[in-house]
């Protein structure tokens, strides 16, 4: 769905808004106010709050598309893909509104649209595990490829959470950790 100008804008504070408050404590007179406008323009561009959480989501999980792409197109060659792509958690969640959006509304969804949050993040992570797949050496047996993405996603979810529920110090131990045992896992 292509956005217009005034709804691409009203998307960019709605992302700020819902990554702080949470879908519940969020309101859609502050978001129409801080872009610029009354209530009644944001339902010219959305129908209610639910329709502008979705399409704020949608985007959220496209920027995080790309950002899995590049990192893992980033890492051509390597033994074990999917390093880039953890180093970039935390920078990107401390800068990106996106970012803190779409985990504070995975680990914690609002109930009405639980089913729908949850569903479109599996097939985010769908994506996710075949990036990893697709990186991992041609020789490498089915079996531990299975094994080593299962790992990797498991690595994933925990860092995400670190992000969300505690210091930086306890995610960059945590990351270091989980790291430097998956890559302990024989590869050829």
């Not at 790291?179 to 302990?184: D, G, K, S």
Request: with cysteine; hydrophobic share 45%; aromatic share 10%.
């Amino acid at each position: 769905m292509s956005l217009s100008p005034s709804a691409k804008k009203i998307c960019t504070v709605a992302v700020d808004h819902f990554a702080e408050f949470g879908y519940d404590a969020s309101s859609l007179t502050v978001i129409a106010e801080q872009a610029g406008m009354r209530k009644a323009s944001l339902y010219a561009h959305f129908a209610n709050k639910d329709a502008l959480f979705n399409e704020v989501m949608d985007i959220a999980l496209r920027e995080e598309r790309l950002a899995a792409s590049n990192a893992f197109a980033a890492e051509s060659g390597v033994p074990l893909p999917g390093g880039e792509y953890l180093n970039a958690l935390h920078p990107r969640y401390a800068s990106s509104a996106d970012f803190r959006f779409l985990l504070r509304t995975v680990y914690a969804p609002p109930l009405a649209l639980r089913e729908e949050v949850i569903t479109k993040y599996r097939l985010f992570e769908a994506d996710l595990r075949s990036l990893f797949i697709a990186a991992l050496p041609r020789s490498l047996d089915p079996r531990n490829s299975t094994t080593l993405v299962d790992a990797y996603l498991g690595i994933v979810d925990s860092l995400q959470v670190e992000l969300i529920y505690n210091s930086p110090e306890n995610y960059e131990a945590r990351h270091r950790a989980l790291w430097e045992i998956l890559q302990r896992y024989p590869i050829s």
